[in-house]
């Protein structure tokens, strides 16, 4: 290997190295989710998280906003994505969770996510809510990849 490409390629190593180091600290927690997750655990108190609850299903919506309130969290409910845009968008609310009820597979759901996170980011907050789709039911596993593309984590529930 020649001098020259051996010092680019040990320059372009380090470039890299640089880079990644860089962004972990520029870009630290909400970029990754994972970690973010377990921040916001360790941060939050408890009897100040905020859940905003967006479900179709009136009867599975009292039903998980009861075992939620018996966490003592804080929940709002909305019936359909529209009014929950409009709730995030608001300037003087702070959601730290939002949980979306993804079982009726007529909507698109992936849209109404991306939709949701735009939402919450005009409202200028510190910090974005995380998302998290529940389903009675199990969903394909292309759904499961596009609501994870979006930013949010899927669970099914029993």
């Known amino acids: 290997m020649s001098s020259r490409r ?3 390629a040990r320059t372009s190593s380090a470039v890299k190295t640089t880079l990644r180091d860089f962004s972990k600290q520029r870009f630290s927690k909400q970029f ?3 970690s973010s997750i377990e921040y916001a655990q360790v941060s939050l108190d408890p ?10 299903d009136p009867n599975h919506c009292r039903k998980l906003s009861s075992h939620l309130e018996d966490m003592r969290l ?26 979306v009820n993804v079982s009726n597979s007529t909507k698109s759901w992936g849209r ?9 980011s005009q409202s200028l907050c510190q910090y974005p809510p995380f998302f998290l789709c529940v389903s009675t ?4 596993h292309q759904m499961r990849l596009e609501l994870e593309e979006k930013g949010a984590r899927v669970a099914y529930e029993r």
């Open 74 to 99: 804080v929940v709002d409910t909305c019936s359909d994505p529209g009014s929950a845009m409009c709730r995030l968008r608001r300037r003087g609310e702070q959601y730290e969770l939002v949980i």
């Open 6 to 8: 051996a010092t680019t």
């Open 47 to 56: 009897d100040k998280l905020r859940i905003l609850l967006v479900d179709l």
């Open 137 to 140: 039911f199990r969903q394909s």
């Open 32 to 34: 990754y989710p994972s």
């Open 112 to 120: 109404i996510i991306q939709d949701l996170r735009i939402a919450a």
